[in-house]
């Protein structure tokens, strides 16, 4: 959690400076390059006492598991471009237009991961192609933002999901608390251990099970909203 607090610091601090990357994805990109690299140099790093504490939140730490500021920042600066985007779209047309652009993009990486380890190319490289949580690859991450991102597609998609009792306002304010954010998906993650409880390195089985999670998503959100118009 302490790094959404960081974040959102960071947004207060440097409002100039995040509204400018914000507006500007390449060089987003570029600067979440670089937070993501410094994470990858610092983690291997020895640490002891005080700055192995600052080290966990900044990089995270062998089986030490925490969201580390530095490689979770380029999530943090694609955010910002969505929701730039999001804002200066004319209609609902071009915000999925523009939802669905990057559902693409960020989809190629863990395509290209499952394609290379599937065929057992030469290519592999361990870190950068692989779906590692602690810490987190870019496969990992891409995946992660692709599937909010499609869920989220489905939803303005709907244009009754503002109508759905509860459901749409529960969504805002899980969207607007990030301390909520981080209740619910605690939540999410004991159900998950409870009734499945089974963890598995394989990335087909990672793919496989977050295509189903989506479906299931995707069908929960619909079946709401037929029966709300019903």
Do not use: C
């Not at 900044?58 to 925490?66: E, K, W």
């Not at 669905?100 to 065929?119: D, E, G, M, N, S």
């Amino acid at each position: 959690m302490v790094n959404f607090i960081v974040y959102s610091y960071l947004f207060f601090l440097f409002p100039e400076f995040f509204e400018t990357i914000g507006k500007n994805i390449k060089l987003s990109i570029v600067v979440g390059a670089i937070f993501y690299i410094a994470g990858l140099i610092l983690y291997p790093i020895e640490a002891q006492g005080p700055l192995l504490q600052y080290k966990m939140l900044l990089s995270g730490h062998n089986d030490i598991f925490r969201f580390p500021i530095l490689q979770y920042m380029p999530v943090f600066l694609f955010g910002l471009n969505m929701g730039w985007l999001l804002r200066v779209s004319k209609n609902a047309v071009e915000k999925r237009k523009i939802i669905f652009k990057f559902i693409a993009i960020l989809a190629v990486l863990p395509l290209t991961v499952f394609i290379l380890q599937a065929t057992n190319s030469t290519i592999y490289i361990q870190h950068f192609l692989n779906f590692d949580r602690w810490p987190p690859s870019l496969p990992f991450l891409a995946l992660g933002v692709a599937f909010s991102l499609g869920s989220f597609f489905v939803v303005i998609k709907n244009s009754n999901i503002d109508k759905i009792p509860y459901a749409y306002e529960f969504l805002i304010k899980i969207g607007k608390s990030a301390y909520l954010y981080y209740i619910v998906h605690l939540v999410l993650l004991q159900i998950y251990e409870i009734v499945i409880g089974h963890r598995d390195s394989s990335p087909v089985f990672y793919l496989v099970a977050t295509f189903i999670l989506f479906i299931l998503t995707t069908n929960i959100i619909k079946r709401f909203s037929e029966k709300d118009r019903s």
